[in-house]
């Protein structure tokens, strides 16, 4: 089987060690072919079948320039969305495919406009927090680290609800996007390595039959441990 996977500015988006995610998902599928595309090189999915898009956290500076690189294939993008192509955005990457980005001063960065919210930064306060959710049956954990939240309705198309710790801002319990397959998420860690029963459920979608875990035991073992330590009521750590 042909899986192809395109990682989008690796030079750069991977703040919080998340090109991990990717590495994790080479290892247990070593026939994935991950295509690495630079910041001034056109994206592979402009001429040439993709089977999943991922993008990690980056600089607020970095943010601006991507939202400038990708604004042009939006209608390509939405395109594939439709379609049913798999996209993971992890850490603030989500933020570009919102409408727009709010500074402290209330200007504003314009968006991909593909879902209908915004984020709103606060570069003075950093926020830090454990979060324990559910998605489609299964536990999902990670950690959170950003200077801003999105705002607006994702009743409709959240990835996943929160148990512990909160949403896509302080007052949600819904937390990402997602439609069809996409999945945005602030959740960092990174995502997939803390959480291996989403990753079986992403090979899933990629096509895999029965999928196999990358030290599997190992892995399984260090998720059920964290998993009964996020749900201890007196653990510190949520916000």
Known sequence: MSITVEILYPEFANLFGDMMNMKYLKACVPEIEMIETKINNPPAFLSQPV???YLGPMTENQQ???ISKLLPFKSKIEEFIQQGVIFLFTGNAMEIMEDYIENEDKSRIKGLGIFPLYAKRDM???YNSMILGEF???KLIGFKAQFSHSYGDNTKEFFYHVTRGCGIEPHSKLEGLRR????GTYTVGPFLL???LFVKYLLQLLGVENP???FEETIMEAYQKRLTEFEKEQIKGFA
């Open 180 to 183: 069809n397959n996409f999945f």
């Open 124 to 126: 003075f306060h950093r």
């Open 64 to 66: 601006e320039l991507v």
């Open 51 to 53: 089977d999943m898009i």
């Open 136 to 138: 489609e049956g299964m």
């Open 212 to 214: 196999h875990l990358a």
């Open 194 to 196: 803390l959480n291996p």
